[in-house]
């Protein structure tokens, strides 16, 4: 909508680049052009703005496919005014001068017209098209035939309105048959679900048993093993045992190799021990065969007094001297034939 100001009873008009002004006055065309700045008087003044902008008009409307099921298209139109001298003539754009306001409703006259043109086209194209292949391949046919039926609709171009581009958002069916139609989709999807599960299952469980065979291999491998172990232990042992003997009868026969030989020893020992006392016991008493019994009987005093505990003090009587003596000094009596 165009700025308008007053001043003193003249008004000035401000319009957007988008904005193509049209002012008249007096039956005369004084001001065209898009962004118009200029003075006017309201009383003479008769103006138009013409929007020259892109415009997305959205729309929606129902058909019917061939096989009687009804559907819901969302679609969207993107025009705008190339001749706005032409939409001008064609359509009421003309603005009030004092509020720069719409007298008329153009764009809602467009947007009927396009859209009914374009409802035109998609009800001949879905009429044609059952249910399934309109939503599989109802999107890009509905577009296409739009779109050539726009550029081709001979209204269009007479009003200056040019279409930049046509899209078709989706096309729906009702909700139960939506939801019917979705049912084999989803029970396929729940299928493959539930062979994927499975499938998990099944390779769980597979790789379970090769664990458990896994496990049950290394046990008896274990088992094979600790078997050897004893074996090997009970060899080790016997031998170990055997070894043991010889060398303990090596050592015994060696004990008594040395026991005998000692005791051998021992006995030449003796002998020779028992040999040299005897001979020296026959020369001792070979000795004392030839000496004076007196002398004997001194030697056999000396020897007592070398064997009797130690005399501090010896106190000999009268009687015991004398008797000695006298005993000294009797003579021995002869030795019998």
Do not use: C
Request: proline share 5%; net charge negative.
């Amino acid at each position: 909508m165009a700025d308008i100001t007053r001043r003193f009873g003249w008004r000035h008009l401000r319009s957007a680049p988008t904005a193509h002004i049209r002012h008249h006055k007096r039956g005369r065309l004084t001001h065209d052009g898009p962004g118009l700045s200029f003075w006017y008087r309201s009383l003479s003044a008769a103006l138009s703005e013409v929007p020259v902008d892109d415009r997305e008009l959205a729309m929606a409307f129902h058909a019917r496919t061939a096989d009687f099921q009804d559907v819901t298209v969302q679609a969207t139109v993107t025009y705008r005014v190339s001749d706005p001298a032409a939409a001008a003539a064609r359509l009421d754009f003309s603005v009030d001068p004092d509020t720069g306001v719409w007298r008329g409703t153009p764009l809602e006259q467009t947007a009927t017209l396009l859209t009914e043109t374009a409802q035109q086209h998609t009800l001949d194209v879905l009429a044609r098209t059952p249910l399934a292949a309109a939503l599989v391949d109802g999107v890009a046919a509905v577009r296409e035939r739009v779109a050539a039926g726009l550029s081709a609709e001979p209204r269009l171009p007479d009003t200056g309105i040019d279409v930049v581009a046509v899209r078709v958002v989706a096309i729906r069916p009702e909700a139960e048959v939506e939801r019917a139609l979705r049912t084999p989709a989803r029970e396929q999807i729940q299928q493959e679900a539930d062979r994927s599960v499975y499938e998990r299952r099944a390779v769980a469980v597979e790789r379970e048993r090769t664990i458990a065979e896994n496990e049950l291999a290394s046990k008896i491998e274990l088992a094979r093993r600790e078997e050897q172990l004893v074996d090997q232990r009970g060899t080790n042992a016997r031998r170990e045992a055997e070894e043991k003997s010889a060398a303990d009868g090596v050592r015994s026969a060696a004990e008594a190799a040395r026991t005998v030989r000692l005791a051998r020893a021992e006995a030449e020992a003796a002998r020779e021990v028992g040999a040299a006392r005897a001979e020296a016991q026959s020369a001792w008493l070979r000795a004392h065969a030839d000496v004076d019994p007196a002398t004997l009987h001194a030697l056999a005093a000396t020897r007592l007094a070398e064997n009797l505990p130690r005399i501090d003090s010896l106190t000999l009587s009268p009687d015991v001297l004398s008797g000695l003596l006298a005993r000294l000094g009797r003579p021995e009596p002869e030795a019998r034939a």
